[in-house]
């Protein structure tokens, strides 16, 4: 383990004093400290008192105060986020956020973060299984990234899963840049696209398989896998999906953003097709909105909600729900109040609606197969005529991508990416992935329904008329309208708040923005890799 557990527990076993914070997914915003009280502390005061107090002490001790310097620096750094407080009351613009350009996404690996161990002198290969569907996965791989630094192990490239409900049998190449993701991740981690023939057939036994606890921490890794890869040589965790503890140590996390947001990227026919979607709704409007909607009747008999059907639809979906034998019964009217249903289609276009979005907006709607068809669809079309799927922007284009869920996955996932506005109606793997990412590229306009609050006033909307109704929706979803001061550390899972690898820009507005500028151009020339050859080997550079 050397270097890597020795500099893992030099800054985390820091990180492991402080206290752990809830991991639910509430829609809530950071209350200005002046509502709670008449004085506001000014904690720069209070921790400059206690640095004070404490440096007499150590002058007579000897005793450093390293450990609370640490943590007074990180306090500063988290406020960030609190001067953006709640107190602002005004109306909400529903197509970007006004702070949002205060912020720009920072993963860039630091001076003295190790740098990747060869491949010969790795502890050993490490085989990745990745589960479910192209989120899951991706979020799967980017933690892998960082399971590999940590056993300074020699990553394979990922296998992705073929047997999931998705029943897609892409693997990696077909779906991400191989050679991208290889080159980009050269400075962190060495991978390689299969284990050396010459070395499987050295080996006495064959792979050594396991699956690890549900996000396990890095001390786990290194306690429990590492001494099995060591040992074996060739190592593969099966069903790799959020295995990783979501708190880590900043700089491994900003390794989780580099590995995300950068290293995988969609192959080029993929891309391509993606971004002439895009163009195609911006021929017809300046601006739009991509609605992901999760509405497939797998997914809807799984949350064990009732969405207005009648006996036909509980008969259908009790007997898809059969499928699971260990799911528990549900009351459907208690997740509802809980707030863990989808919103219907019907319900995402009145939430739409009431927040401001006029009857001629262009929207692009991402989903798969919608449980009732054309007529669960109608209501939405009826509030927004402009109605856009990939099936109708690219009949021809799209057919030799139709056999792979996963590839039409990504292409949705581009248009979404690009939208001025995301919109989802659950909280699963593509909402909560690219909510992180439009969080990091700018806090893009992202709204996530208050599902719990909103289901008590969809019930009640025929009790009120229109304008009430508006208002009531735009108060409940202040603080899901994805804006920064939205984000906290510790908040729900990393990959959909990446508050560490999220950075404010400072100095007066004009300047700063030419700076950022700058800074984004430099990132770009660093991001690109340059492919050289050594003898037969292709060597990646960057």
Request: some cysteine; glycine content about 8%.
């Amino acid at each position: 383990m050397g270097g890597a557990k020795a500099w893992m527990f030099s800054v985390v076993s820091v990180n492991l004093n402080g206290s752990v914070l809830s991991n639910k997914h509430v829609c809530w915003r950071w209350r200005s400290s002046a509502a709670q009280q008449s004085k506001p502390i000014s904690w720069s005061l209070v921790f400059g008192l206690m640095l004070f107090s404490l440096g007499i002490v150590s002058l007579f001790t000897g005793h450093v105060v390293s450990d609370l310097d640490w943590y007074s620096r990180r306090l500063v750094k988290q406020k960030l986020y609190f001067k953006l407080d709640g107190s602002n009351k005004g109306p909400i613009d529903i197509w970007k956020s006004e702070n949002g350009q205060s912020f720009y996404g920072c993963s860039k690996r630091s001076r003295k973060f190790p740098h990747a161990v060869r491949e010969r002198s790795s502890n050993g290969y490490l085989l990745i299984a990745a589960s479910g569907g192209l989120n899951q996965q991706r979020t799967g791989i980017s933690d892998a990234v960082v399971v590999a630094w940590l056993l300074n192990a020699t990553l394979v490239v990922p296998e992705l899963d073929h047997n999931s409900y998705w029943k897609d049998n892409s693997d990696f190449v077909n779906i991400f840049d191989v050679n991208w993701f290889i080159s980009y991740l050269v400075k962190d981690v060495t991978i390689v696209k299969k284990v050396p023939d010459k070395f499987m057939r050295s080996m006495e036994k064959n792979p050594y398989s396991m699956r690890v606890p549900r996000k396990s921490p890095p001390e786990y890794y290194l306690d429990q896998v590492l001494p099995i890869l060591k040992r074996r040589r060739v190592l593969q965790l099966t069903k790799f999906d959020y295995r990783l503890a979501n708190n880590i140590d900043e700089e491994l996390q900003k390794l989780r953003c580099r590995a995300n947001f950068h290293a995988l990227r969609f192959t080029k026919p993929i891309q391509e097709l993606g971004q002439k979607l895009v163009l195609r709704m911006r021929e017809m409007a300046i601006r739009f909105i991509a609605v992901h909607l999760r509405f497939e009747p797998d997914m809807l008999a799984f949350s064990g909600c009732y969405f207005g059907g009648g006996d036909k639809e509980r008969y259908e979906l009790a007997e898809i729900r059969k499928r699971w034998e260990t799911l528990p019964d549900l009351d459907a009217d208690g997740e509802r109040s809980r707030g863990k249903c989808p919103l219907t289609p019907h319900e995402v276009g009145l939430m739409l609606r009431a927040l401001g979005f006029a009857n001629d907006t262009y929207i692009y709607v991402a989903s798969g197969e919608i449980y009732g068809g054309e007529e669960t669809l109608r209501p939405l079309r009826d509030l927004f005529p402009n109605f856009y799927t990939k099936e109708r922007l690219a009949n021809e284009e799209l057919k030799p991508f139709l056999p792979f869920s996963s590839r039409l996955a990504a292409i949705d996932y581009i248009v979404c990416d690009e939208s001025d506005v995301f919109v989802t109606n659950n909280n699963g793997n593509m909402a909560r992935t690219l909510a992180g990412r439009r969080r990091y590229m700018g806090h893009k306009r992202t709204i996530r329904p208050n599902a719990k609050r909103l289901s008590s006033l969809f019930m009640e909307r025929d009790k009120m008329d229109w304008d009430t109704f508006a208002r009531k929706v735009k108060a409940v979803q202040r603080g899901c309208m994805g804006e920064p001061d939205e984000m906290r550390p510790g908040r729900g899972e990393f990959h959909e708040y990446p508050y560490s690898c999220i950075c404010k820009k400072n100095g007066d507005p004009e300047s700063e923005q030419v700076r950022g500028n700058q800074g984004l151009k430099n990132r770009s020339k660093e991001e690109e890799p340059v492919l050289g050859a050594k003898g037969d080997e292709q060597v990646f550079l960057i």
